[in-house]
């Protein structure tokens, strides 16, 4: 199925260049050690550990035990990160970990669950396990653990009450990410007589209109050459009108493939798909182009345009290759064009947070990671580690760092959270399958059928799924 290949490959890739500590299960037997913190990144933390931020309780008990289909736990060729050391040396801490398959992970947990064996914690970054883990019964509230009116925690609240469900937090959220930027290859670019995305974007002039332009002027179906390849392109666009498919609101799902806003990008990627922009994957049994879990095409100069998050590009250099010699400065990235039609300027987003398991052996634990958590994302000479490890062991340059910071920065502002993958395994596939992946931009041909046909083949199942799912909060073992 379509849906199958398009999620499982693209979280292959998640795994492969997870940020900073992730890594595939099979990279747990890798031989050798992280890298460690420099000595002056280690007395920063140090002096954060020794601070009165952070609560100086005793833990009962020091281990927590993680459960998911990526490794938190840094190996070969990754840094540490500094809110592990912060949890090791003020809370004398250990991470246990259940690695699962992606495929199999809610069905682990609910194993676990289930037989008495319930782990502490799971991740909520790829915004598809809530509300649904809520609904089913696999997470419970966290409103105990986490005090959201604290110096610690109340400037992140908001975002956090927005992922509230039935009235109670669940979700302990670090801190606003962006879910994609659009990557590209400036030798590329310069070989095609392009503006550079990051002049444009620097002089205001980095448009929906632009973006599209470029595309169309790239492709060269003859000589194999796409603008957009990647498993992202259809959501990055579509949510640079600032409305997601599905919202979470006052505490409700909300289905908005019925505004004025989603049609007038649906019928916009219509047209731009009769160019055939997008590299069809069809033809490739639905995977992209390119070698390696996060080869696709724009190292070889086939593909103009990469939407993926940042995990892609901030992994080993040897993981990122086929995006493009880093040492010669060949990767960079932009946010998604600003859409002209609409302000202010939109950013697809995720959170970094996490979610406590039902039954939690040990919730004081995760209370003591998550607070760590937030206390390295507060402390600027903290922060800054992340950065500096991008440019001492990824290859990153000081312009890649300074784009980060800015799209951080916007995507703080504006943050388009999409949820329709958090509602339930019907809705996702409706979505994927149906609506996202097999409509607007996914065929070769272009789109089977017009935004108006879909939205009357598909608009009443999904309201009616979705009210559905605001009305079953469980409080029941999970099913």
Known sequence: MKLTKRILAGLIAICTAFSVAGCSPKDKDKKGKAIPLSKTQTELVDALAESDVLPST?????????????????????????????????????IKEVITDWAGRYDTLAKNVLGGDAPDFFQADDMDSFPKGAIRGMFQPIDPYIDFESPLWSGIKETADSFMFAGSHYVATIRVEPSIACVYNTATIKEMGLDDPAALYASGEWTLDKFMGMCREFVDTDHEKYALDGFWYYDAIQQTTGVPMVSLQDGKLVNNMGTAEIASIENKMYELQKDKVVFPRATNNWDTRGSGATGEGLGDGKTLFIPVGLWAIQAPVADTKTFGDMAAGEIMFVP?????????????????????????????????????????QLD????????????????WNQEMVDMKTEIYSLVEKNPVFEFHQGVNSEVATYFENSICSGTMMDNDEGATKTWTEIIGEFKTTIDFLINEANNDISTTPVK
């Open 58 to 94: 005793e833990l009962e008990n020091k281990t927590l035990t993680w459960i998911g289909h990526y490794s938190i736990l840094p190996t070969e060729g990754q840094v540490t990160s500094p809110d592990l050391y912060l949890f090791q040396k003020k809370y004398q801490g250990e």
């Open 380 to 395: 600027d000479g903290v922060t800054k580690i992340g950065d500096q490890q991008l440019l001492d062991n990824y290859g």
């Open 336 to 376: 998604m064009p600003d859409n002209t039609d609409n302000e202010p300027y939109y950013v697809s987003a995720r959170i970094n947070g996490y979610v406590l398991c039902n039954n939690a052996p040990n919730p004081e634990a995760y209370a003591a990671f998550m607070n760590c958590k937030r206390a390295c």
